[in-house]
């Protein structure tokens, strides 16, 4: 099934209230995602049309299976990507978070195992190298 780039925002801004408060409203999601809930309605309706979501007018959001499967993809991408920008590149913290937020909706799935993989190695062979270059930029920035 084919999921937009906007459609993996909002199964993973639902999953996160879920997993924050429990319940997922419309006005939660308006918020987090800075938008006007009649756009969240429109996207709830259109990821309930696709299976993602149960919804119903003034009623409870629900992510299906598969629409939690997705957002905890993304989601995970996003950790990652947040962790190897900050350790490996040494991007401060708030960056690091704008830039994951962004990427892990445009990044091949393969590229990020590739970034996992280089990670892991970087981290067991040269940990030294990554401290002092990690310690550098924090230096100049």
Same mark, same amino acid.
């Given at each position: ?12 801004t639902?999953y996160?209230l ?8 419309v006005?939660d ?5 800075n938008?006007k809930? $009649?756009?969240? /309605? ?10 993602l +979501?149960?919804y &119903?007018?003034?009623d =409870?959001?629900l ?7 997705i ?20 991007? $401060?913290?708030e /960056? ?10 445009y +990044?091949?799935? &393969?590229?990020?195992? =590739? ?21 550098e ?5």
């Open positions: 099934m084919q999921v937009s780039k906007r459609e993996e925002e909002y199964l993973e639902m996160l879920y997993k924050s408060k429990g319940i997922i409203r006005k999601i308006a918020k987090r995602m938008v809930p $009649p756009s969240v /309605i429109d996207a709830l309706k259109k990821l309930s049309s696709k299976g +979501v149960e &119903e007018k003034y =409870r959001i992510l299906t299976e598969e629409g939690r499967k957002a905890e993809r993304t989601y995970a991408k996003h950790r990652f990507l947040t962790e190897f920008f900050v350790e490996i590149l040494g991007i $401060p913290p /960056i690091a978070e704008e830039d994951a937020c962004q990427f892990e909706h +990044v091949h799935e &393969e590229t990020v195992r =590739r970034m996992k993989e280089f990670a892991k190695f970087i981290r067991e062979q040269c940990p030294y190298a990554i401290k002092q270059f990690v310690k930029k924090l230096e100049e920035g």
